[in-house]
Each structure stands twice: as structure tokens, then as C-alpha cells.
């Protein structure tokens, strides 16, 4: 049992909570998730710990309300309890002075990209964030990600705000400008899948969080399968984060609605 | 005159009832009448041969003759003096190949064995259901802290042996359920997790402490551990690894795991409209393999509502590993067995979700390095088969966490950890480790044994290097 200690809306869908989880707070690193549950009937989810308090004993975790469990996650409050919670799992990103790092974060991929701009300032590198959402009310972390980095870059596609067009056009204007030396993803698979393809076509080596579908996310089910160079991988041990050039995207974004008909059922069911 | 008295026969609910829930037991058990009866057939041999057939010896004819007298609490305790989880074993041991086998009745009549695993079973769940639950005997605590790793049966009959020893044991769990296999693969219809949380419910009163959500090696690490005041270690971390075949279209949605289809179902509860978690219904559901797991699976498929749930197993019936009692029950059950036939490629519907499989028709060769005859592709045999859901029980592969995070321990190429044989104690001299991460997958029975094993020694070398003098 974790006990939630602070709780914000970054905006209507999307939660930020901080959770007492000492030994996490502890032992984890930029790219680790935790995986969660609440409730005696609930699924297991995962979730990127988006930051750690190691004085307090708290872990932050930003949550997107998808369906049932994740609307389960953003409906506690602080007080109250999640029922399990366990990491942290999943290999952390590898972070090294390469240079200049591109990082894009799409929606709520830009709570698991914080630490990790965080990390590849702190090892000195220059890092250029780009920040992607639909709109001006999607973008979250906006001060915290400024703070991190070198240069802050905001894309909305309808222009609400900083400047409106793809992540994928605000990337190559930076790769057009300057010599980057990586590029980190996180977002939606299809983002991800765009910033790939962008960045083969100027060889530039990039890395991208997958967030498959997890069971229990210690590598015993085989539910988080991607297709990484042509071989399979357990996205909750080998990775989260693999060579973005070598993920087979339509693979993986397929296996995504794996669940789709059962996941509306229950939904329907909970709304009830 | 015992010896013409007829085995006795286990009640089974009836296949059209039970099919309709994963958790309706199967088998249930005999009557205290029959017990007593059977336990009547035991010769009380001066050499019990069948003891040599049980991996944590129990004392057999003890049990049996405390049954026949009426004694059946008494019968229960001899139980626990040698197992952990006797309610368990007397479901799931594969009898017919260890205690039965050995039996006089097998070895020197050649007439059915004393009902063994039955009369075990009825022992242990008279106990639990009388209410009068002993806790074994235990020497007072010496306050040596000993951490297990992993609650599978290896990891609780090590936990049991070690408080009764005196240790202050504490068993961490990656899960958010104890239990292991127990609880998220081996079905309700075979083993009610109710029996198992009884059995840990024991363990906690002998003082054994519990801590799920926890991964040794990720949570924390082993010198955390250490500095917590640990002195040593015991990894039953198990065989948790699942196999895939590696044929094309292989990761396409609807083809999965045993492991992730009987986690979903078993630890999930996903066959309840309650639980959060969803799972894959289809009207044809086939399952690939023949040993437990692919019984499991396919008999949890025909509950979950398949028409045609089928076994697609590449040998032929004689070779699979599976109990033949499952075997039995599967087929009671409707399940279709589509043998000496091999799965070699999937075909997806445009929305990526498996809609046919391409098998293939194998014939046996000559035996290979396991002893049973090789199947071979017949040419031009492949035809196709209509599936929604597959379920992959080809085998697993021992868990990687703890070989990969502890570092100077020895391990086999095939990722299992090297212990020394009779010790169970592993390259680093206070870590122990038995059950599937030694063995690569085996028993529950054999699971315990090597716990078993491994408290005694750890006992001796932990007295040497803090109690002596
Ligand atoms: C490593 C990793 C890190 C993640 N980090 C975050 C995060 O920081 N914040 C956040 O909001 N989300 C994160 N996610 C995604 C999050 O786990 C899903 O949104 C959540 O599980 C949806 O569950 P649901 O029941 O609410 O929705 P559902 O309606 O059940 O599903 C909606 C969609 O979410 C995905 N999904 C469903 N079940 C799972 C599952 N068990 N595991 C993974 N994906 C699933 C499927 O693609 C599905 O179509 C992460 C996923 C992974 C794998
Ligand atoms: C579906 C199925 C049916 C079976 N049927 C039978 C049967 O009928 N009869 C029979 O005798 N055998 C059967 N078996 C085999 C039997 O269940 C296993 O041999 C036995 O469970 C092995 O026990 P174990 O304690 O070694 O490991 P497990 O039962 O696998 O338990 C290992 C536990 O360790 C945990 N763990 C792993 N790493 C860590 C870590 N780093 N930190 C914390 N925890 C960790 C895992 O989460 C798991 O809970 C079956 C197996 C399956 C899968
Ligand atoms: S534990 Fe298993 S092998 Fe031993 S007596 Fe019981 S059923 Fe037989
Ligand atoms: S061998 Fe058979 S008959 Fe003899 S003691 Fe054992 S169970 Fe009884
Ligand atoms: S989540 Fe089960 S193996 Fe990765
Ligand atoms: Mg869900």
C-alpha cells in the first residue's frame, strides 16, 4: 500500500501525483517505470516515474486517463492508498557527453522524458527540447522542462501555442540549423514511429521509449513483445528504450490494440 | 483380506457443470469412509519403498496407518513434519511417477498403488476444514535474519524448515500475490488458492514475514539486503521465462503466452466481470504444447467459453508430458487433441489479430537426447487450422533477474544457477538456490525438496559461522 501525498491536474485528463515508495525513490533511474494497481480487482499498469524525492521517500507519476485503470489511478486522492506498487523495472536510459541531444516528448511522454533531460544536462550535454501536444491546454511540465534545458521548443498543431506545426517540423529545423549528436523520443507510437524515420534520413541515432502492453512487467508473460532488428524483445526487460531505427513500428503499434474490443467493454462496464 | 480391497475412486464434479467455471474444483475429494478404506490397503511395510519415491520423504506408512485408526489430525501432522504444503502436493504431485510408483502394490503385485496422493490430500484438508491447525515444533529464535527470494513452493517449504530452526525469515516477493506457480499458473479447477493461503496463512504464525511487490536485485539489491542485516540468502526465483517458437507471424495480436494467458485469468481474475483486467475469448482457441501448462490453458479456454478448444502437440499422445490424469480430464472435458501435428506459421486478418495457423503433420523417428522418439515433418503435409486465440506452452526458461544482478554468481549456459548438488548452495558461499532456477523447471514436489535441502544446510553453515562457540 503507497500513500498519495500531493496530487495536481496538469489538465482535465492528465494527473500529477506524488507517492510515498521509499526504496524506489531510492533505487531508480532516468527511464525506469513502476508498475501499479489499485484496488483488489484491478489491472496491473505501468507508468515512467517521472521524478523522485530521495529525502521525502516519494516517487511522481503523471497519468493519462485512457480507460478504466488509469482513470482509477487519476480518481484517487491524497489520502488514500494504491493498493500495489513495484520497480522500479525496465533498464534506465544509458546517458553519456555525446554532444547536443534532441529530445521530443509527445502528450503524456513528456513525464517520462523530464528525468531524462534532467540526466543528459547533468552529464554536459546541450540539450534542445521540443514539446509536442494537440493543443496549448495538452502541454505539461513546460517550466520544469526550461529549466533543464538549453532551449525550450513549443509545437501545438493548431497553433494555440509557441508554434504550430509536427513535432517532425520543429525537429528538422533544429537538425537543419545545428549537429545533433542523439535524439531521445517519447510519445505516442506514431510520433515516435515520424521522429524515427526523420531522423534515419539524417543518421542521427535515436532512442525511443516504447510503452507496450504489460502484465507484470518482470519478463514472465510475453504480453510486452516488440520486434527490435528483426528479433523479438520483452519490452519490460530488454528495454523500454531501443534503437529506434531497428523498432518495428507497425508491429508494435498493432500489438497496442491487441486488447481493444475487451479494454471498451470494461470501460463501458465502469462507466455504469 | 486388504490386499482384495479395490483403490478407491475420486469424485469428480461432472464435466458439463464444471466447464462453466474456472473455479469449480475438479476433483473432490474422498469420503472419510473411502479414506479409512484405503488407507486399509496399506501393508505398513517394514521397507517402505515407497518413501524412496517421495522427494521429501514423508513418512508414508505413518500417515496412512494414523488415517486407518481415525486419527486423521495425527495423519496431518506427520504431514507437516516433512512438507510445507501437504494440501497442495496431495493435488498436484505426478504420484503415478514418484511415491505410487514405488508402492508394493506397483513393485511386487502388480495391482494399482495405495491411493497415496489421494490420502494425503484428504488428511490435509480435514485439518484445514476441522479448524485444528497444528503449528510444528520450534526451536526458539536465534535472530540470524534470513531472506528467501521468491514464494514459490521452493521458497515457502525453505521458509517453514528455516523458522522452525529458529531463523527470522522473511520471504520477498517481485508479485503482488505468494505463491508462485501456484497462484498465477496452476488453475482453481486444480488447486483453489484458498488451500494455498491456508498453507501460508501457517507460515505466518510460525513467524515467517512476507513482502510482496518486491524485486531483489531491481527493488533493492542484494547489499541493501546486506546492510540490512542479512546474512543469507535463498533463491527460489523459478522458471518465470517464457518460450516462443520463432515462426513467422508469431507476434501477431491474439497468440500469447501460457504464462500471460493463466496470469491474466488465475492472478488477475480476468474470467470475472469485475476484475479490470481483460482477456482474449475466441471461438476457436488452440493451444500449443503437451505438458501441464498446455492442459491448463486449454481446459481455461473451454471454460472461458471456446467451442473448440484443441491441443496441437507435435509428438504423440504416449510422449506428453502432461499427468495422464489431466490428459484424462481435458478430453472429459471436450477438449480435441490434434497430435503429431506442428504449428509453423500464423496467418493475420487485416487488423493484425491471428485468424488461421499453418501446421504441419510429423511422423516419429528415433529416439533423441531426452530418450523419446523425435517427430520429423511428413512433406507436404501442411494444411491450415482456424484459430482466434493461441496460447504458446512450449516451454520456459529460468527466471534471468537474479543471475543477472548479482554479480560472481555461477550460472549454466542455460541460465540456470550451479549449486553444489546435495547443499544447494550456490559459487557465493551464503546464497543457496533450488526449485525451476536451478532445475530449469521441474515439480512442486521437487521444488520443496530442494528447500528442504537447502535449510538444512544453510542451518549447518550458518551455525558454524555465528553460533559455534
Ligand atoms: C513502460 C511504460 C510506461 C508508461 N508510462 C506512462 C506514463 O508515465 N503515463 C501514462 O499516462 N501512461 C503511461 N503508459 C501507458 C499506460 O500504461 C496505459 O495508458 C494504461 O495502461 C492504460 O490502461 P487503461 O485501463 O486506463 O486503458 P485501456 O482502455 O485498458 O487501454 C487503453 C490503451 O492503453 C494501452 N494499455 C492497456 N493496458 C495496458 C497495459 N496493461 N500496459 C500498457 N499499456 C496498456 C493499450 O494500448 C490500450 O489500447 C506507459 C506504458 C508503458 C509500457
Ligand atoms: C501452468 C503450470 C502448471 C503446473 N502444474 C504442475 C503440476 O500439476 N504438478 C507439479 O508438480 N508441477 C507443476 N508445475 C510446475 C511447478 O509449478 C513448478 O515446478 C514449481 O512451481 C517451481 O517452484 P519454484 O518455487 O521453484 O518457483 P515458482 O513457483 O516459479 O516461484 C518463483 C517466484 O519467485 C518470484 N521471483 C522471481 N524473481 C524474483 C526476485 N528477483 N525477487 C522477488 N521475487 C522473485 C516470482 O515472481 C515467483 O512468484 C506447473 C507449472 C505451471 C506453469
Ligand atoms: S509429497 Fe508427492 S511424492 Fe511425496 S508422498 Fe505426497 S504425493 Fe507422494
Ligand atoms: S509401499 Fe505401499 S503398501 Fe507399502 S507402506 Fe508404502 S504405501 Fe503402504
Ligand atoms: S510485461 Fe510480462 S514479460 Fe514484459
Ligand atoms: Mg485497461
Partial sequence: ?272 | DRMSIERALMAETEPEVRIKSQRIEVNTGLTQEQAILEATRCMDCVNPTCMEGCPVSINIPKFIKNIERGEILEAASVLKETSALPAVCGRVCPQELQCEQKCFYVEKLNQPAVAIGYLERFAADFERESGHISTPEMVASNGIKVAVIGSGPSGLSFAGDMAKLGYDVTVFEALHEIGGVLKYGIPEFRLPNAVVDVEIESLRRMGVKFITNYIVGQTASLADLKADGYKAFYVGSGAGLPRFMNIPGENANGILSSNEYLTRVNLMGADSEESDTPVLRGKNVVVVGGGNTAMDSVRTAKRLGAERAMIVYRRSEEEMPARVEEVHHAKQEGVEFLTLTNPIEYIADENGRVCQMKVQKMELGEPDASGRRRPVPVEGSECILDCEVVVVAVGVSPNPLIPNSVEGLEVSKWGTIEVVKDKMQSSIPEMFAGGDIVRGGATVILAMGDGRKAAKNMDIYLTEKYLSN
Avoid: W
Avoid at chain 1, 517505470?33 to 489499485?38: A, H, T
Avoid at chain 1, 484517487?76 to 544509458?94: A, F, H, M, R, S
Avoid at chain 1, 532551449?151 to 525537429?171: A, F, N, R
Fill in chain 1, 1 to 272: 500500500m503507497n500513500k498519495i501525498v500531493e496530487k495536481e491536474y496538469f489538465s482535465e485528463k492528465i494527473v500529477k501525483i506524488v507517492v510515498e515508495a521509499p526504496l524506489i525513490a531510492k533505487s531508480r533511474k532516468p527511464g525506469n517505470f513502476v508498475i501499479l494497481r489499485v484496488g483488489e480487482k484491478g489491472e496491473r499498469i505501468p507508468l515512467t516515474i517521472a521524478g523522485a524525492d530521495i529525502a521525502k521517500g516519494t516517487i511522481t507519476l503523471v497519468v493519462q486517463k485512457m480507460g478504466v485503470s488509469s482513470t482509477k489511478v487519476c480518481d484517487l486522492e491524497v489520502g488514500e492508498y494504491i493498493t500495489d506498487l513495484v520497480g522500479p523495472l525496465g533498464k534506465p536510459t544509458e546517458i553519456h557527453n555525446l554532444g547536443t541531444i534532441l529530445c521530443c516528448g509527445g502528450g503524456v511522454g513528456v513525464a517520462p522524458l523530464l528525468p531524462i533531460v534532467e540526466a543528459y544536462k547533468k552529464a554536459g550535454n546541450r540539450v534542445v527540447t521540443i514539446l509536442a501536444a494537440r493543443s496549448k491546454d495538452l502541454i505539461i511540465l513546460e517550466d520544469e522542462m526550461r529549466k533543464h534545458s538549453d532551449e525550450l521548443i513549443i509545437m501545438t498543431d493548431d497553433g494555440s501555442y509557441g508554434k504550430k506545426g509536427l513535432v517532425t517540423e520543429g525537429m528538422e529545423e533544429v537538425i537543419k540549423r545545428e549537429k545533433i549528436d542523439e535524439c531521445v523520443t517519447i510519445g505516442p507510437a506514431i510520433m515516435m514511429k515520424f521522429c524515427s524515420l526523420l531522423t534515419k534520413k539524417y543518421e542521427i541515432p535515436t532512442v525511443a521509449s516504447l510503452n507496450s502492453i504489460m502484465v507484470d512487467g518482470t519478463g514472465m508473460c510475453g504480453a510486452c513483445r516488440v520486434t527490435v532488428g528483426g528479433k523479438t524483445k520483452f519490452t519490460c526487460v530488454d528495454g523500454p528504450e531501443f534503437d529506434a531505427h531497428q523498432i518495428d513500428f507497425e508491429e508494435m503499434m498493432s500489438r497496442l490494440g491487441g486488447y481493444k474490443n475487451e479494454e471498451v467493454d470494461k470501460f463501458d462496464q465502469f462507466q455504469k
